[in-house]
T-cell receptor, first 110, second 114 residues
Framework: QKEVEQDPGPLSVPEGAIVSLNCTYSNSAFQYFMWYRQYSRKGPELLMYTYSSGNKEDGRFTAQVDKSSKYISLFIRDSQPSDSATYLCAMEGAGNMLTFGGGTRLMVKP | ETGVTQTPRHLVMGMTNKKSLKCEQHLGHNAMYWYKQSAKKPLELMFVYNFKEQTENNSVPSRFSPECPNSSHLFLHLHTLQPEDSALYLC?????????????FGPGTRLTVL
């Protein structure tokens, strides 16, 4: 079993839809949770960074962490074609090493 | 992309060539990382440097040789690579002293081994 599981997609939605992206993990030591966005042929760009359980909102993006279920989510409201990218979840325990999911490819159609 | 830069952005090399990838960070970070990203696979951590000292070598073949002359620069020296080494090589940096911070990535070098 992989340490971090993420559906590879592709996930195709119409413009304006609410998008839900998810990751599950097995290591209960993870405390820090991140979402990165990666456009084609570019490096990952940090979108959201959260610590422990709870919600964090930044504009159209909301990150949720449920440590009891070992489940994290990223919601995108009013999705735009420019949101089309691969979204990577990442998590970290006490050290400085990130463990990444495989990424979910999102396509927002006009 | 001005925080972490990588050169070259694209590289095509034969299996007998020797080449180097360069990464530079302008963020004042003390840790730098090399990752390999292959199609349909999660990011694979290769090497970690913390204050110029290598702290992680994730069972990477010796045909990949990292070098970190200072906290701002990181190199990946390549020799006698195999076609399966073709991938996007990403550099990242972070400040390990701040728990509210995480890794920031460069744009990557797209490597093709013929």
């Amino acid at each position: 079993q992989k340490e971090v599981e993420q559906d590879p997609g592709p996930l195709s939605v119409p413009e304006g839809a609410i998008v839900s992206l998810n990751c599950t993990y097995s290591n209960s030591a993870f405390q820090y949770f991140m979402w990165y966005r990666q456009y084609s042929r570019k490096g990952p760009e940090l979108l959201m960074y959260t610590y422990s359980s709870g919600n964090k909102e930044d504009g159209r993006f909301t990150a949720q962490v449920d440590k009891s279920s070992k489940y994290i989510s990223l919601f995108i409201r009013d999705s735009q074609p420019s949101d089309s990218a691969t979204y990577l979840c990442a998590m970290e325990g006490a050290g400085n090493m990130l463990t990444f999911g495989g990424g979910t490819r999102l396509m927002v159609k006009p | 992309e001005t925080g972490v830069t990588q050169t070259p952005r694209h590289l095509v090399m034969g299996m007998t060539n020797k080449k180097s990838l360069k990464c530079e960070q302008h963020l004042g970070h003390n840790a730098m990382y090399w990752y390999k990203q292959s199609a349909k696979k999660p990011l694979e951590l290769m090497f970690v440097y913390n204050f110029k000292e290598q702290t992680e070598n994730n069972s990477v073949p010796s045909r990949f040789s990292p070098e970190c002359p200072n906290s701002s620069h990181l190199f990946l020296h390549l020799h006698t690579l195999q076609p399966e080494d073709s991938a996007l090589y990403l550099c990242a940096s972070r400040h390990t002293g701040f728990r509210t911070d995480t890794q920031y990535f460069g744009p990557g070098t797209r490597l093709t081994v013929l």
